[in-house]
């Protein structure tokens, strides 16, 4: 796995779970290769807050204090991994088998530090839907993606077509 694919794909997580999103096979595989159980709501009460303000921080651009503050909560444990046995080694942030919700604060707030000091291939962003609060990780080749889905790009264009249509046949 390559370093970068490796800091995204934790980004994508703290995002799924910040949108609280049902777990995706990217987040089923990550607990089941790190040997950590998949936390439920009661248990993500006290992460989710602080991953929230630090994801928000990161897609906006805001100064850095939540994600300082998620780094103070849940300090990385870095470490060099080669579990994924293609011999390639890269940093992990948290030990595997690890409490879930230790482990996934650890590991989401290493990535966003990554991302907030300038990780090139990894960004995020906040959907730019009128009445949408979701985010998402921007993997488009030029990183203009706007909306978190296609159902909000739709809704929007949809929206601004009708808008248009109004005030030209007035």
Not at 71 to 76: G, H, K, V
Not at 90 to 109: K, N, Q, T
Request: aromatic share 8%.
């Amino acid at each position: 796995m390559r370093y970068v694919a490796y800091i995204g794909n934790l980004t994508r997580m703290a995002v799924e779970l910040v949108n609280g999103e049902e777990p995706s096979e990217l987040r089923r595989e990550f607990f089941l290769q790190h040997h950590v159980a998949e936390p439920d709501a009661d248990e993500l009460g006290g992460l989710l807050p602080y991953l929230r303000e630090a994801v928000a921080a990161v897609a906006d651009g805001a100064p850095i204090a939540p994600v300082n503050l998620l780094l103070e909560r849940f300090p990385p444990l870095v470490y060099v991994s080669e579990h994924d046995g293609e011999g390639q080694q890269h940093l992990h942030f948290a030990c595997d088998g690890e409490e879930p919700v230790a482990w996934l604060g650890r590991s989401c707030a290493a990535a966003l530090a990554h991302v907030i000091c300038g990780d090139p291939d990894v960004t995020v962003g906040r959907c730019q839907a009128g009445d949408c609060v979701r985010f998402y990780v921007d993997d488009s080749r030029n990183r203009s993606r706007r909306f978190c889905s296609n159902t909000c790009a739709s809704r929007t264009t949809v929206a601004a077509y009708r808008a248009r249509r109004k005030a030209t046949t007035r």
